[in-house]
């Protein structure tokens, strides 16, 4: 009997006199029409195993996900301590800074600047203003834009001479006008897909500012907590940014397994390590604060958050990779996908790589400079936790990185050829990152 070709129809014999009809499609899935003129697809849903596993393997790591969140999601306001509680700043404006001698600062100058309240309910009132003279763009310049605290009065103490002391330098205008450049462009160059990712980004911060920093002060495990943010970050941003697909599945696993490997490793080596997480003046602030606090798992939380950002972007590259390639040359199998997305992954690593541990230098800069002030030998600086910590993070995020690539890869040309070519072109066409 000669097999059938796409499209055509194979008849078969059913009880009694019911003629059924078996077509059998391209993309191997097998639909059967009976006396009803109706149809029902028989498993496997997709027409492949495969893809059924796979999309199976997502909705389990989707719905644990989701109960995770339900567990840990913080309940009640976070109490604060009395002695760390918030500080009230308003709004003001330098209008006039003049130079004074003082014994307040080692230089024995300060600035005396006349002020005008520019917010709250002193909004117009104009007072003076006493600041230790500092380091260049640190001083307070006339037409400068502050905040400021009111000093408090406690009772059977003197008046303070100040009314109000300063605070810092109000930087939302410039962020704000930052942050509209950066919309502006997004949309204007990624236009609907610009627009979609933008739309993830927030809700990712969403789920960090009103899930991951709660939970983690309500003394649930900040590690636990890191890896249900990231994994629901996962969920929301890539099917906003990049649609639902094959590259969004194989994407999505390959983050999945290096990110749980990454955070694996973070953990195990915070230990064998010895890292306490207390090597910043803001861990010490919180753990004096927050005394369920775990410092140690603050410090993996992290690294674990911090490999997400990177991790997406290789895995949604490399199945877009994959994609484009089969668009090209439609008779690639799995092992010429895999090799020739391999080719550009290879590449692609190697500057992430760089892209990662260079960020993770530069924020140990400060503290490298302290030390060869200091002349403390390269191997001390080092083992220093301050240093440790980035090089571990570093360390932990690239091994994560670099698994992630193969993996995704291998997803991804394992999907491909199970596409149709509407599917392969809308997958192609949603990415945008």
């Known amino acids: 009997m000669q097999p059938l070709s796409p499209g055509e129809e194979e008849p078969s014999r059913a009880a009694g006199s019911i003629l059924r009809v078996r077509r059998r499609r391209p993309d191997a899935e097998i639909v059967d029409e009976g006396f009803w003129g109706g149809s029902r697809r028989r498993f ?11 999309v199976l393997a997502v909705v389990i790591l989707a719905i644990a996900t989701i109960v995770g969140l339900a567990i840990l999601w ?8 009395g002695q760390f509680g918030p500080i009230r700043t308003v709004g003001a404006v330098a209008e006039k800074v003049r130079s004074v001698p003082c014994a307040l600062s080692a230089s024995h100058v300060c600035r005396v600047a006349q002020i005008r309240i520019t917010d709250g309910p ?4 104009r007072t003076l203003l006493t600041t230790v003279a500092a380091v260049g763009s640190l001083d307070v310049a006339q037409g400068d834009r502050i905040r400021v605290y009111k000093n408090p009065v406690t009772p059977g103490s003197s008046r303070p001479r100040d009314t109000y002391s300063f605070a810092d330098f109000d930087r939302r205008g410039a962020m704000l006008w930052l942050a509209i450049g950066f919309v502006v462009l997004l ?5 609907v897909h610009g627009l979609r990712a933008l739309v993830g980004l927030l809700a990712s911060l969403v789920i960090v500012i009103k899930f991951v920093v709660p939970a983690i002060l309500h003394g649930s495990s900040p590690f636990a907590v890191a890896i249900v943010g990231a994994f629901a970050v996962m969920l929301v941003m890539m099917p906003l940014s990049y649609g639902l697909g094959a590259k969004s599945l194989a994407a999505w696993l390959g983050t999945a397994v290096s990110l749980l490997l990454a955070a694996g490793l973070a953990y195990a080596f915070a230990h064998i390590a010895h890292l306490s997480g207390a090597s910043t003046d803001e861990s010490v602030y919180l753990g004096a604060s927050q005394s369920r606090l775990s410092l140690q798992g603050l410090l993996v939380a992290g ?3 911090g490999a997400l950002g990177v991790l997406v972007d290789l895995t949604v590259s490399q199945a877009s990779t994959v994609i484009a390639l089969r668009r090209v040359n439609p008779s690639l199998g799995f092992g010429g996908l895999f090799r020739g997305a391999l080719e550009v992954g290879h590449d692609h690593i190697a500057a992430t790589v760089a892209t990662l541990v260079f960020a993770y230098a530069g924020a140990a800069l400060p503290v490298l400079l302290i030390f060869s002030v200091g002349g403390t030998s390269f191997a001390d600086a080092v083992n220093g936790e301050a240093v440790a910590d980035e090089v571990i993070a570093a360390l932990v995020g690239s091994i994560g990185l ?7 890869t291998a997803l991804a040309a394992l999907l491909a050829p199970r596409m149709s070519d509407k599917q392969l072109a809308a997958a192609e066409h949603a990415h945008a990152h």
């Not at 496997?44 to 796979?54: E, F, K």
């Not at 002193?122 to 009132?125: D, E, V």
């Open 44 to 54: 496997p849903l997709t027409g492949s195993y495969l893809v059924d596993s796979l």
């Open 74 to 81: 913080p309940d009640g306001k976070v109490g604060h301590s």
């Open 122 to 125: 002193q909004k117009g009132q």
């Open 187 to 191: 949309v204007a160059t990624g236009r």
């Open 303 to 305: 690294m674990v958050i």
């Open 402 to 408: 670099i698994a992630s690539m193969p993996i995704t």
